[in-house]
Every structure is written in structure tokens, then in C-alpha cells.
């Protein structure tokens, strides 16, 4: 079948091709390839070139929607890391770990292992009052229970018991009070002192 079609459209060519001469058969050869290239436009270059078409409409979608992806999936996963980071380090290392009191020579603020200040944002579990300092002091001996209880806060009246003594810090809340030089870890005091770190720390 493939051989008998082959010498047909050999045949048809060679005769239209040959014919030149023949006007008849030119105008037809003429229509022939007309409708030939018509044809082969609608049906091979016509399809191809649709699907190509919306191969390449695909194509860009898919790199438009990368190109929107992307960046603001990289642009959202960087804010918001940032912004964890930020508030964990506002609020996580605001809390003084270990805690620590110190004399009137140790630095102030939050304490950690490494950078040891005496914290300054100290609060009573017990009573739940601020813990009140004053530096270059301490307590007379004479300060009981009572006195405490009735003047913490006021640290005009808390001065009143207060004895000069350089290099020494002064501490209290209304149920206990201390004062000391070197720096100490307030979980070695614990029994004496219910006080933590309220995590107040301003940066
Ligand atoms: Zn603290
Ligand atoms: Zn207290």
C-alpha cells in the first residue's frame, strides 16, 4: 500500500511539475499548493505554534509565580526570624540568669554567667515589693521585721536606719533585708531572701 502510494504521488508530481506548459494544470498545481500550505499552516504549524503558545504562557506563569513566590516566601521567612530573634532577645535574656547582688562597686543590671551585675529588678515572692537598694550603706542592726513592713517603699523613711559603710549595697523589701560588698548568687541566699529577678531589665 505504501509503495503504490509512493509511485502515485510521484506519478502526480512529476506530471504536474513537468506540465508547466499547460496552463490548466499550472493554475491547478497553483491551487494544489495553495491549499497544500494551507493545509500544513492549519494543521501542523497552526497547532504548534498554539501549543507553543501555551507552553510558553505555561512557562511564564510558572516562573511569574516563582518569581512571586519566592521572594516573598524569602522576604516573610526573613522579617519574621528577625522579629523572633528580636523578641527573644527582648524578652528572654531580660531575666537576669544566674541572679546576683553585689556592693555598691558591681555593676548594675542584668546578670549572666559571664557578664555577673547585680540585678536591679529584683522582686519579694514573699511580700511581692520591689526590692528597694542604697548604695555605700547598711542596715543598723537595730532594724527589725516591723520597720520594714511600715516604711518599704518609702526610701526617705528606709534612709533614717541606714549607716555609711563604702563599698557596701544595702537591699530590703518589706520582709527582708540585707546588705553586702562582694557579689553573691542570690540561689546561695535563698533562705534568707525570696527574692527574684522580675525580668524588668530595661535594654
Ligand atoms: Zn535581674
Ligand atoms: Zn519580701
Excluded at 73 to 80: F, G, V
Excluded at 114 to 143: A, G, K, N, Y
Aim: aromatic share 8%; with cysteine.
Amino acid at each position: 500500500m505504501g509503495d503504490d502510494l509512493d509511485r502515485l504521488l510521484g506519478e502526480i508530481e512529476r506530471r504536474f511539475c513537468g506540465s508547466v506548459s499547460v496552463s490548466g494544470d499550472v493554475k491547478k498545481t497553483e491551487q494544489l499548493k495553495e491549499k497544500q500550505t494551507k493545509s500544513s499552516s492549519s494543521k501542523s504549524k497552526g497547532p504548534v505554534c498554539s501549543d507553543n503558545e501555551d507552553l510558553d504562557d505555561f512557562i511564564d506563569k510558572l516562573l511569574e509565580e516563582d518569581r512571586e513566590i519566592s521572594p516573598t516566601k524569602q522576604a516573610e521567612r526573613s522579617p519574621k526570624g528577625a522579629a523572633v530573634k528580636t523578641y527573644s532577645s527582648l524578652t528572654g535574656d531580660r531575666k537576669c540568669a544566674p541572679v546576683f547582688i553585689g556592693g555598691s562597686s558591681a555593676q548594675r543590671g542584668i546578670g549572666t554567667s559571664t557578664s555577673q551585675r547585680s540585678c536591679d529588678q529584683l522582686r519579694c515572692t514573699s511580700c511581692d515589693f520591689s526590692v528597694v537598694t542604697f548604695e555605700d550603706s547598711e542596715w543598723d542592726p537595730s532594724c527589725d521585721y516591723l520597720f520594714f513592713r511600715n516604711n518599704v517603699p518609702e526610701r526617705w523613711k528606709l534612709q533614717s536606719m541606714l549607716n555609711s559603710r563604702q563599698g557596701f549595697r544595702s537591699y530590703c523589701c518589706q520582709c527582708s533585708w540585707t546588705a553586702v560588698r562582694e557579689l553573691r548568687e542570690l540561689r546561695e541566699l535563698r533562705e534568707l531572701l525570696q527574692w527574684v529577678c522580675s525580668g524588668k531589665h530595661l535594654l
